[in-house]
């Protein structure tokens, strides 16, 4: 599996999905591998120190001669391995402006890892530009994080269209795995009508686990841990674990 999270709009919790998926599947024994490919490099910054990052996923995009392997660190989580990012992934789009293949340089990438990881989870950037049309090429699966806000469909058109657009050539196989509704508050009637709303449009999609908000989320990152080391007894830790199993259960039902 290869699990693109990926959302245009900013702050909705892509990374944080993305850091906890990542942790949870690692747990779960699963070989994970977490590519980040946002040049805020947050998903990274939650595991490693920056300084010890010499060369990020920019340099494995953009260099012949460099490999994902080549980049990949290993965390203080079992089987959970990072391919970091740095600020330089912005310049990606000049960077291969013209190049027949630059959609797909991170599938070529991925393929030559050889199967080293069975799980892969992708933190794709604010944005639908190249770095994001990279992931969702390179991916077998998208993940979907809205935001439960007033706001939260804002731009959903958009992400829909880019997928549709990659489907029709450069990887028919994508699928929707799914749509999770995240720093959710039970216990406001808004919440409930943004829920509601969400699931009118993405029907079954919707994962029936919700990520409610917690602090302890807030709060991991800085710790350069996930949450489930960081608070498991949280509900932050017991949202994502649950997450976790639907992702499973989808993936092997082939239901996604
Ligand atoms: P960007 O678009 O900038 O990459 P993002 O979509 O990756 O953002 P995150 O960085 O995961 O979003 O989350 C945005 C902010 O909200 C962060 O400060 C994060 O700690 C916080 N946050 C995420 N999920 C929750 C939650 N369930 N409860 C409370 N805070 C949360
Ligand atoms: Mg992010």
């Known amino acids: 599996m290869i699990v693109a999270i990926a959302n245009q709009k900013g702050g909705v919790g892509k990374t944080t999905t993305a850091v906890n998926l990542a942790a949870a599947l690692a747990m779960r024994g699963k070989k994970t591998l977490l590519i980040d490919l946002d040049p805020q490099a947050n998903s990274s910054l939650s595991f490693l120190d920056l300084s010890s990052v010499t060369r990020s996923t920019y340099d494995a995009i953009t260099e012949p001669g460099c490999e994902l392997a080549d980049v990949i660190q290993s965390s203080a989580v079992a089987n959970l391995s990072i391919a970091p990012a740095r600020i330089g992934l912005a310049k990606l789009e000049s960077r291969l402006v013209g190049e027949l293949d630059a959609h797909f340089r991170l599938k070529d990438k991925i393929k030559a890892l050889n199967g080293a990881y069975t799980h892969i ?10 770095l994001t049309v990279n992931a969702l090429v390179a991916a077998t699966h998208l993940l979907i994080p809205i935001q439960s806000s007033y706001f939260a469909l804002e731009g959903t058109d958009d992400l829909l269209e880019t997928i549709e657009k990659v489907r029709q050539r450069a990887n028919p196989g994508l699928r929707i795995l799914g749509v999770v509704i ?26 029936q686990t919700v990520i409610t908000k917690s602090v302890r989320l807030e709060e991991s990152p800085a710790y350069k841990e996930s949450i489930f080391t960081f608070a498991p007894d949280s509900t932050g830790a017991t949202d994502y674990y649950s997450l976790c199993e639907e992702v499973i259960e989808r993936v092997e039902a082939r239901t996604a």
Request: hydrophobic residues 40%; proline residues 6%.
């Open 121 to 130: 989870v992708i933190d794709c950037p604010p944005a639908l530009g190249l």
């Open 182 to 207: 995240t720093m959710h508050d039970k216990r406001t009637a808004l919440a409930r009508d943004i829920r509601e709303q969400i699931q009118k449009v993405f029907g079954g999609k919707v994962f």
